[in-house]
C-alpha cells in the first residue's frame, strides 16, 4: 500500500486547498488500508466519508505536500474516531467498586481480571478483592485463585453450590466487611453467544450495580469480536472494552470497529500472558499501526512534525509581536504533553533558559498540564483570543464547564500573563533577528 499511496501522494505537489480529486485518489488508497487492516466495512465507508468532507477544501499549510496533509487528516480523524479521550478505569465511587468483567470464553476474561487488579494493586494502592462467577466449571475458579496469589490479590473462597449471582453478592458483602476498595466480578463465559448467558450477567449486574462493566474482547476474532461487544452492550451495556490478544495482532483493526459500532472507549489492551502484560489504549500507536503498512507511518510521522512546526512558528512569531493568547498557551501544553516537558516552542525563543527553569519548578506534571488544557478548552473561541474578557463570572463558569475551581482558571491566567509578558520582552530584546533553530 505505502508505495501506491506514497505514489500518489507525491504527485500531489501543488499548493493550495485540497481538491476533490486529490482527496479521492488517496482516499481509495486509506480504504484499502484499512480493510487490509480488518476494519468493519460500513466502518471503512463512514470513516472515508469523514475524512473526505474534512480533507476537500482543506488548506495545504505552507511546509508539506498536499499528500502529506491529506495523511495528516486521515491519522488525526483515526485518533478521533479511536477516542483520544479514553479514560482509565473509573473507580470514583464510594467502596467497594464492583468491576464486572463479561465476554466469550476463552476472551481473556480471567487473565484480564488479574491483570487489573495487579495494577489497581500496584499503581494506585487499591485493596482488590477478586470473585470467580464461574459456577460451571471449577477449574476456573481455581484459575482465579491461582492468578490471585501468584499476584498478591485476595480471592473470595470457593463455596460450591453456589449460582452466580449468589457469589457476587457474598463478594460484596465480604469486600464491605473487609474494608476493601474494589471488587473484579469474573464472570463465566461460553463459546458463542447466547441469552442464558446474557441473562446471567444482566442479573449479576442488577444485584451489584457495577461501577465498569468491561467486555473483554479477542482482537484476533475481528468481526466476531465486534458483534460480540454489540451484543453485550445491547443486552447489558457496557461503560468500556479491554481488548486481548494485541500482541498477536498486527493490524489494529478490531480496536477501530469496536469503538466506532459500540461508541465505548477501548480501555486496556493486553499484550501477552504475563500479568504485567496489559497496556492503556493508545489510539496514537493504533492509528499508526492501522496505517501502518510500510513506511506510510514516517510519512505521517513527518506530516505531523512538518505541521507542529509550520504551527510553531506561527505562534512564536505571534510572541515576538507579543500576542501570546490562550490558544498559543493551548498549543504549547499541547506539546509539553507530547514531549514530557518543555521543549519545541519554546526552544525556538532565544534566552529562554530562565522561563524554562521557572516552569519546570512550578511542577508541571501531566495531571496539571491535563487540567489546564480541560480550562482552555472549556473558553470559548472569543476568549481564548482575547483573555481580557475573562471577568469573574466567565472564570465561573469556565471552572464549572471544565470541572476545576475558579482558583485553577485564575492560576491558569496568570501563568498565561507571566508567559506573555516574558516573551513580549524577550521577544523586543531579540530584536527583528530570525531566532530559533527552526527558521529558515
Ligand atoms: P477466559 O475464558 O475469558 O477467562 O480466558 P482466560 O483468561 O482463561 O484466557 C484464555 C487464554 O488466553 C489463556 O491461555 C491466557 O493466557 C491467554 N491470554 C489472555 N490474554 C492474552 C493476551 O493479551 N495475549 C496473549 N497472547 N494471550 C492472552
Ligand atoms: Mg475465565
Redesign the pocket.
Known amino acids: 500500500l505505502s508505495d501506491r499511496l506514497g505514489g500518489i501522494l507525491d504527485r500531489l505537489k501543488k499548493r493550495g486547498a485540497l481538491s476533490e480529486a486529490d482527496v479521492g485518489e488517496a482516499m481509495r488508497e486509506v480504504r484499502r488500508a484499512l480493510i487490509e487492516a480488518d476494519v468493519a466495512l460500513d466502518v471503512v465507508r463512514s470513516f472515508t466519508d469523514k475524512v473526505r468532507t474534512r480533507a476537500v477544501g482543506a488548506e495545504v499549510v505552507k511546509s508539506v505536500t498536499p499528500g502529506q496533509m491529506v495523511v495528516k487528516i486521515v491519522h488525526d480523524e483515526l485518533i478521533a474516531m479511536l477516542g483520544s479521550d479514553a479514560k482509565p478505569i473509573d473507580l470514583e465511587a464510594a467502596p467497594p467498586v464492583p468491576v464486572l468483567m463479561v465476554?466469550?470464553?476463552?476472551?481473556?476474561?480471567?487473565?484480564?481480571t488479574a491483570k487489573i487488579a495487579k495494577r489497581l494493586k500496584d499503581r494506585v494502592g487499591r485493596k482488590v478483592l477478586m470473585a470467580s462467577l464461574d459456577t460451571r466449571r471449577p477449574a476456573?475458579m481455581e484459575?482465579l485463585a491461582t492468578l490471585g496469589k501468584q499476584v498478591g490479590v485476595e480471592t473470595l473462597p470457593i463455596v460450591a453450590g453456589q449460582s452466580a449471582v449468589q457469589i457476587a453478592r457474598r463478594a460484596m458483602e465480604a469486600a464491605r466487611l473487609g474494608g476493601f476498595d474494589v471488587v473484579m466480578l469474573?464472570t463465566a463465559?461460553r463459546v458463542t453467544l447466547d441469552e442464558a448467558l446474557m441473562a446471567e450477567v444482566a442479573e449479576v449486574k442488577a444485584a451489584t450495580g457495577p461501577h465498569e462493566v468491561l467486555l473483554?474482547a479477542d482482537s484476533l476474532t475481528g468481526q466476531d469480536a465486534v458483534n460480540t461487544a454489540k451484543a453485550f452492550d445491547e443486552r447489558v451495556g457496557l461503560t468500556g472494552i479491554v481488548l486481548?490478544?494485541?500482541?498477536?495482532d498486527g493490524r489494529g483493526g478490531a480496536a477501530l470497529s469496536m469503538r466506532a459500532v459500540t461508541g465505548k472507549p477501548i480501555k486496556l489492551?493486553?499484550?501477552?500472558?504475563k500479568m504485567d502484560?496489559l497496556e492503556d489504549f493508545d489510539p496514537r500507536r493504533v492509528a499508526g499501526r492501522i496505517l501502518g503498512m510500510g513506511d506510510v507511518v514516517s510519512l505521517v510521522e513527518k506530516a505531523v512534525e512538518n505541521i507542529d512546526a509550520e504551527k510553531a512558528m506561527a505562534a512564536a512569531e505571534r510572541m515576538r509581536k507579543g500576542n501570546f493568547d490562550l490558544d498559543d498557551l493551548r498549543m504549547q501544553l499541547d506539546q509539553m504533553e507530547k514531549l514530557g516537558g518543555l521543549g519545541g516552542l519554546m526552544g525556538m525563543l532565544p534566552g529562554i533558559g530562565k522561563l524554562k527553569n521557572q516552569m519546570a519548578n512550578a511542577n508541571l506534571d501531566d495531571k496539571v498540564i491535563r487540567r489546564q488544557k480541560a480550562v482552555i478548552d472549556s473558553m470559548t473561541k472569543k476568549e481564548r483570543r482575547n483573555p481580557k474578557l475573562l471577568d469573574a463570572s466567565r472564570r465561573k463558569r469556565i471552572a464549572a464547564g471544565s470541572g476545576t475551581k475558579v482558583e485553577d482558571v485564575n492560576k491558569l491566567m496568570k501563568m498565561h500573563r507571566q508567559m506573555a509578558d516574558m516573551m513580549k520582552a524577550m521577544g523586543a530584546s531579540a530584536g527583528g533577528k530570525r531566532g530559533g533553530p527552526m527558521a529558515g
Open positions: 465476554g466469550l470464553q476463552g476472551s481473556g476474561k480471567t487473565t484480564s476456573a484459575q469474573d463465559g473483554v486481548t490478544r494485541a500482541d498477536g489492551i493486553g499484550t501477552g500472558e502484560a
